[in-house]
């Protein structure tokens, strides 16, 4: 596997673009993927109760049709709490990008991030979309106005993409996403669109994008807020003229291997893009009876806010950590717990069987003021590790939430 | 019931004080209860797997003791995560006051709060056991002292007293309690102490306190981490003169009543004085098909930091209540949602079946910006009903969690 260049245009047969319609103020708020052939698609989606109509139409997409062409994204208007109205928009805005690129409708899924309880624009919407079909192109450049385009409040656009060997053909596999608030993913994330050039069976693909997902998006937070509109969308167009996967053999590791690279590396910068954040914070723990509660464990650190905020003034307060994994729900002997604390400058023991070690406070602080902290928790009571990925608690998230929708 | 003046000095023959120690710097940092009799003891704890020496200590006094007389409380230093060290420095805190009050070991419930893994300064804590022992005074005052002594963020101390009736003689009921961060109760809260005359049985005690819990200390959060320190404790010590309760009868139910309105009124005051908060969040759900999924979805909207950071900023931004609603866990029908906010100055109906009423932003702006603030969901599906009390995420909660230790 290769790490390269791009995002949702990086495989063969891709366009994209991304465009200023007018729903947001000044900025670009819509954007197209869209693939030359016919493409398998899966998806995965929020578990909220209560799901934007994007969420719905994708889900019944998902369910229903033997092949996808373009994936339609907007900004500005979650298009959730909407009821009938915002189907009906919702089905506008598929009809639109159907008609404008010669394609069934039901081979267009919808996505939509923003404020929840208001109503599309539907008139904006449907000439946003001419605007995206005439500017669709291939090329990395044109991947990149789409990821641009499906901010909210990120502050970069979210790339990634790789190529991987199967049966002797080049294969590439690339994608998209954004953050940054209202993300606590369950079985899904906010938004993230992948593309690839891979032959795959329909079925194979759905059960590769699900269980990925639970290593990737699904450990990443930013405020234990489970959003309305998770979506996680993949298109594999066959392009690439390898033989078609049909069962789970080496090509189909090989294929959950890059997945997995791309999705993480997408997630992360979710996690480090986080509203107000100033860091990564990445938390392994290991030595744990089973993965279950492993991941109890590591989600319930990156989630407190204690923990969070002490992250965020360089102090090493590990104490909220043990907290946190104390009401976990998982079960384990506090007093066999190490933790360590890691960054470029260096990586310090901080709790040896559960008892703090004499460890300097000032390189501990000096350690937490890098960009990416890991915190390593060694339980040593089995071989189940789980890896979660979340960021600090600073006033500016506050900020940004005390007034999102001024 | 009538509300009267105090807190744990309200009932007859009890007497606290609180001095400095000197585990906290120029701040009252132990307090101490005293029953002039031997009082029948009951309390709940945190449910945390990481529990702190005097949680694990006053589980088995609760379990073993048939009487306690005496409460030992410290500020400072939590004594979690401090291993056999930390269990022989509370087995010596608790000495100190049997020696000096000449009471058994086993009559004497500990309790902690501050720092994680820092070990006790047991010399200063001697030391100020016999400096409690000689200021122990009746009256309010003395509470008022006791009540000051266990603070740590609190901006106040939290004091509630009632009387009421039972077999004809005035029964009187009174407590203290602590916040102001770590607050997401499970089974108990951060520090608690109610002090009764009433005559009850141990086990009618107990479980009056573990039913009460459920709706009062149980169902208020600041931040979700649920510390390693929660104890309510409560001493009946009979001194009223009234028939002891010793089955579930009209007695019984006044005082369930009683300490209710004691319990509800302390927890609403930790969480109004929430760790930065500006405000009090009460969130009533009804029309719900159970009580358990009414408490589901009240307690995830005050946990909600998307919420909490709305309140502050005063944004009636309805969306995010409906989301954590829907990642609460319990079902419910969305189209059938009606939600209300509610202040000092008047109530506004924001929500109508799922959707967004034609409201004043400006004038729910007005409403949000109370000292309380209520909001009301009705799903209109069932007749269970729950109240949650949280408060606002503010930039102070971040800057005192940032540097909590310095």
Not at 10 to 35: C, E, P, T
Not at 165 to 182: F, Q, Y
Not at 228 to 236: G, V
Not at 330 to 359: H, M, W
């Amino acid at each position: 596997m290769k790490i390269i260049e791009g995002g949702v245009t990086a495989s063969q047969g891709f366009q994209a673009s991304g465009v200023y319609a007018g729903i947001k103020k000044n900025r670009k708020d819509m954007a197209l993927v869209y693939s030359s052939v016919p493409a398998k698609g899966a998806g995965t989606f929020t578990t909220n109760v209560v799901k934007a109509a994007p969420v719905i139409w994708d889900m019944k997409i998902t369910k229903e049709s033997q092949y996808v062409q373009a994936v339609v994204l907007n900004s500005g208007v979650a298009n959730a709490c909407t009821g009938a109205e915002g189907d009906k928009n919702n089905e506008l805005m598929a009809e639109a990008v159907a008609k404008a690129l010669n394609i069934p409708i039901n081979s267009v899924y919808t996505a939509s991030t923003g404020v929840i309880g208001k109503q599309m624009p539907i008139d904006v919407i449907v000439k946003g979309v001419s605007l995206l079909a005439g500017e669709l192109k291939p090329g990395l450049g044109a991947g990149a106005q789409a990821a641009e385009a499906i901010m909210t409040t990120d502050t970069y656009p979210k790339e990634c993409a790789v190529s991987f060997v199967i049966d002797g053909k080049e294969v590439k596999l690339g994608g998209m996403a954004k953050g940054s608030g209202m993300i606590h993913p369950n079985m899904a994330t906010m938004l993230a669109v992948i593309t690839t050039d891979l032959a795959i069976s329909k079925e194979l693909l759905q059960e590769a994008l699900s269980e990925d997902v639970k290593h990737s998006f699904n450990m990443i937070s930013v405020d234990r807020d489970t959003s309305t509109n998770d979506s996680l969308l993949i298109l594999a167009n066959g392009l690439a003229g390898n033989k078609e996967i049909t069962e789970k053999n080496d090509d189909y590791d090989a294929f959950c291997k890059a997945l997995n690279y791309v999705t993480t590396n997408l997630a992360k910068k979710i996690a480090a893009d986080g509203e107000g954040a100033t860091k990564l914070l990445e938390v392994q723990v290991i030595g744990v009876k089973s993965e279950e509660d492993a991941i109890s464990i590591s989600k319930s650190i990156i989630t407190s806010n204690l923990v969070k905020s002490a992250v965020f003034g360089n102090d090493a307060n590990w104490g909220r950590i043990l907290c946190a994994m104390g009401y976990s729900g998982a079960r384990f002997d506090p007093d066999k717990v190490d933790l360590y604390i890691e960054s470029a400058d260096g990586k310090l023991k901080l709790v040896e069987n559960g008892l703090g070690t004499d460890y300097s406070e000032e390189y501990a602080s000096k350690l937490l003021s890098g960009k990416e902290v890991k915190v390593t928790v060694d339980l040593k009571s089995g071989n189940a590790t789980a890896t979660a990925w979340g960021c600090d608690l600073t006033y500016d998230y506050v900020k940004i939430n005390a007034d999102y929708r001024s």
